[in-house]
């Protein structure tokens, strides 16, 4: 069956340090992947996703995730943190064909950022 | 442009009544997703539609649950009888169609059941 699992369930970092969230996946075939983010009271936005090609993948608010096959990964990375990113961050494997293409969640990295 | 929205975006309900939750996806988005955010369950697919039908129901977790779209568009969730396991952060999310995997998501509506 599809999962993912993101061991960290809160991290803490402090302004202006790197970040790596990660994310492990089972998935049967070709991985479809994705990171979401979601402030307090707000809905999901999508960071970055990863159909195809290039392992690494740049998205929004200056994050980027790399794909590894070999360990079924897909962690996410940022070199500088800034105060904002604070929120929660998911990471999501879709179904690469059938009828469904539905979403499975990880169960969420909380970010903390201090001052 | 508009994006997903949801409507009302919280809701307080006694145990047994009825709830309607509604999503207004992207305009020309085809394909449609409710989810279900919760503490003890985290975030949970319940249903996907294609046009006005639901291919995958597999998601609804028991059958006071039940989902409708007309017009292509506009969708409403229904839980009957609701019951105090049901209070959870409910997400409309849509995609352009189905083979695009870019799902965007509305705010929520957050369900209390008291």
């Known amino acids: 069956a599809q999962s993912v699992t993101q061991p960290d369930i809160h991290i803490t970092v402090s302004e202006g340090a790197s970040l790596e969230l990660r994310c492990n996946y089972s998935?049967?075939?070709?991985?479809?992947l994705f990171w979401y983010v979601q402030s307090p009271g707000q809905g999901l936005q999508l960071l970055l996703k990863y159909f195809s090609g290039d392992t690494l993948v740049q998205g929004i608010k200056g994050f980027e995730a790399e794909f590894k096959r070999s360990q079924s990964s897909f962690n996410l990375r940022k070199p500088s943190v800034h105060w904002s990113d604070a929120a929660e961050y998911f990471c999501?494997?879709?179904?690469?064909?059938?009828?469904?293409?539905?979403?499975?969640f990880g169960t969420g990295t909380l970010l903390a950022v201090q001052p | 442009g508009a994006g997903v929205s949801q409507s009302p975006s919280n809701k307080v309900t006694e145990k047994g009544k009825d709830v309607e939750l509604r999503c207004d996806p992207i305009s020309g988005h085809t394909a449609l997703y409710w989810y279900r955010q919760s503490l003890g369950q985290g975030l949970e697919f319940l249903i996907y539609?294609?046009?006005?039908?639901?291919?995958?129901k597999s998601g609804l977790p028991s059958d006071r649950f039940s989902a409708e779209r007309t017009g292509g568009s506009v969708s409403t969730l229904t839980i009957q009888r609701t019951q105090q396991e049901d209070s959870a952060v409910y997400l409309c999310?849509?995609?352009?169609?189905?083979?695009?995997?870019?799902?965007?998501f509305g705010p929520g509506t957050r369900l209390t059941v008291t």
């Open positions: 998935y049967g075939a070709t991985p479809y």
């Open positions: 999310a849509s995609s352009l169609f189905q083979g695009a995997y870019e799902q965007y």
């Open positions: 999501a494997v879709g179904a690469s064909g059938g009828a469904t293409n539905k979403l499975i």
């Open positions: 539609f294609q046009g006005n039908s639901a291919p995958d």
